[in-house]
C-alpha cells in the first residue's frame, strides 16, 4: 500500500526557517508529481507548491521567494524549505504523491497525515 509520510513541522518564530520532508512508500513504481498543500484553521486546504519528475515547479503567489521545493528521486523524497515565514504561514502541512503501481497503472494521489506548523509573532 501507497503511502507517504511526512516530518519537520514545528513552531517557529516570525522571520525564521523550517525544512519538512516527505518519504514515499509502497507499492509505487514511479511518481510524477509531489508537492505540498496547507490547512489554516476555518479555511479550505490549498496548494503550497509542487515539483514534477521533470524538476518544474509551482508555487502559490503568498510563498513565491520564500519557499523552495525540491525531490530526491532516489530517495523518493520532496523537501520544503520554508524561509522568512509569516504567521499567515501556520496551517497543517500535507504531502501529496502522484503515483502508479505498474505502467499499465493510472496515476493516483495518496497523502500524509499532515504536520503542524506554527509561526509566533
Known amino acids: 500500500q501507497e503511502q507517504v509520510v511526512e516530518s519537520g513541522g514545528g513552531l517557529v518564530q516570525a522571520g525564521g526557517s523550517l525544512r519538512l520532508s516527505c518519504v514515499a512508500s509502497?507499492?509505487?513504481?514511479?511518481?510524477?508529481?509531489m508537492g505540498w498543500y496547507r490547512q489554516a484553521p476555518g479555511k479550505q486546504r490549498e496548494l503550497v507548491a509542487h515539483i514534477q519528475n521533470s524538476g518544474v515547479t509551482t508555487y502559490d503567489d503568498a510563498v513565491k521567494g520564500r519557499f523552495t521545493i525540491s525531490r530526491d528521486d532516489t530517495k523518493r523524497t520532496v523537501y520544503l524549505q520554508m524561509n522568512s515565514l509569516k504567521p499567515e504561514d501556520t496551517g497543517v502541512y500535507y504531502c501529496f504523491a502522484n503515483g502508479r503501481a505498474s505502467l499499465i497503472s493510472a496515476y493516483r494521489s495518496f497523502w500524509g497525515q499532515g504536520t503542524q506548523v506554527t509561526v509566533s509573532t
Open positions: 509502497g507499492n509505487v513504481l514511479s511518481i510524477n508529481l
